[in-house]
Each structure stands twice: as C-alpha cells, then as structure tokens.
C-alpha cells in the first residue's frame, strides 16, 4: 500500500535521478586537483580575495599563482641542503 500525499506517491522520486554533486569526489584524470586547507590573516585573504576577483581567477588559483614560484625556490634550496628529495 503506498502512501499518497497531495496526488504523489511518496515512493516515487520527483527530480528523476541523482543530484549534482552527490555522492564521493572523482578519481583518476578529469578529478580536481588535491587541495589543503591552511590559516591565513583574515586581511590578507580579503585583500587577495579582492586582486582574485578584479583578475576574474579563483582565490585558490590567485594563491597558487603567487606562491608557487617562493615555494619552488625554498623546496630547491631544502633539497640541496639535505640531500634528498620527498
């Protein structure tokens, strides 16, 4: 016996499937890069926030785009400096 409410069976499903967005994030090619939360100063962000916005990227774009360059350079010194990489 199905229940029926305002002229629907409430078994039945009404979007038609699954929705955006649902369910585990992909794996393998075509999956988003893997991503790290980290603590910034709230000013800092919102100015970075502003410069991503008026460039149209996102903020994590933006931020990638500025630190990777420093970032590079200290993981090359650090890998002179002990000798050995990962």
Known sequence: MAAIR??????????????????????????A???????????LASRARMIAADRGVTLSDYLTEVMSATVDRDWGRLVRKTGQED
Not at 8 to 28: D, M, N, S, W
Not at 36 to 43: E, L, N, T, Y
Request: aromatic share 0%.
């Open 6 to 31: 305002g002229g629907v069976t409430l078994a039945e499903k009404k979007h038609g499937g699954r929705r955006p967005g649902a369910g585990r994030p992909r794996k393998g090619p075509g999956a």
């Open 33 to 43: 890069p893997p991503t790290a939360a980290v603590k910034i100063d709230r000013a």
